[in-house]
T-cell receptor, first 113, second 110 residues
Framework: DAGVTQSPTHLIKTRGQQVTLRCSPK?????VSWYQQALGQGPQFIFQ???????QRGNFPDRFSGHQFPNYSSELNVNALLLGDSALYLC????????????FGPGTRLTVT | EDQVTQSPEALRLQEGESSSLNCSYT??????LFWYRQDPGKGPEFLFT???AGEEKEKERLKATLTKKESFLHITAPKPEDSATYLC???????????FGSGTQLTVLP
């Protein structure tokens, strides 16, 4: 049973560029959440997708956007990258109707120079 | 606004030396308290969910407990492979997201 997968593993971008990160949820899960984790901090919630709609959003600017596809996979897009966007981006999947336990992928390490 | 505070920030133990990690939470209508383990450069690995005060869950050398204001992760006779950052998170009310603490970095020395 495949867990949550994310791509790419690492990414280096220049300030002002745009980036797209991808996530495939755990088999049987229908809900995808995205988190940003700065070094030495706990993950911070960006947004959650369910039934291809953004259902809830954290305190992140509109430069952060996302999408969920019919197969439940998801993308996170970040426009106009800032140096402060450098972080580990984590995708978590869950089955909405059950216990709400979220299972995380390995993350994408984004470095903005 | 939910708040989760973990202590200590870092903990060094000798192999076999039992201890506890603390997670204090301030949430409105707790819907779940979650513990995760995170190894360097990797995503958090789910350990436990606790839903109500008095609840306890165990897995190998780890036991998680919950009161109305705190959760503890007890580590009994730890081994070097237990070295990791342990994260605590809460979910409250109608919120869909988890609110995380900053974690406790545990190092177990052989």
């Amino acid at each position: 049973d495949a867990g949550v997968t994310q791509s790419p593993t690492h990414l280096i971008k220049t300030r002002g560029q745009q980036v797209t990160l991808r996530c495939s949820p755990k088999s049987g899960h229908d809900t995808v959440s995205w988190y940003q984790q700065a070094l030495g901090q706990g993950p911070q919630f960006i947004f959650q997708y369910y039934e291809e709609e953004e259902r809830q959003r954290g305190n992140f600017p509109d430069r952060f956007s996302g999408h969920q596809f019919p197969n439940y996979s998801s993308e996170l897009n970040v426009n106009a990258l800032l140096l402060g966007d450098s972080a580990l981006y984590l995708c978590a999947s869950s089955l909405d109707s059950v216990t709400y336990e979220q299972y995380f992928g390995p993350g994408t390490r984004l470095t903005v120079t | 606004e939910d708040q989760v505070t973990q202590s200590p920030e870092a903990l060094r133990l000798q192999e076999g030396e039992s201890s506890s990690l603390n997670c204090s939470y301030t949430v409105s209508g707790l819907r779940g308290l979650f513990w995760y383990r995170q190894d360097p450069g990797k995503g958090p690995e789910f350990l436990f969910t606790l839903y109500s005060a008095g609840e306890e869950k165990e897995k190998e050398r780890l036991k998680a407990t919950l009161t109305k204001k705190e959760s503890f992760l007890h580590i009994t006779a730890p081994k070097p492979e237990d070295s990791a950052t342990y994260l605590c998170a809460s979910r409250s009310g109608s919120a869909r997201q988890l609110t995380f603490g900053s974690g406790t970095q545990l190092t177990v020395l052989p």
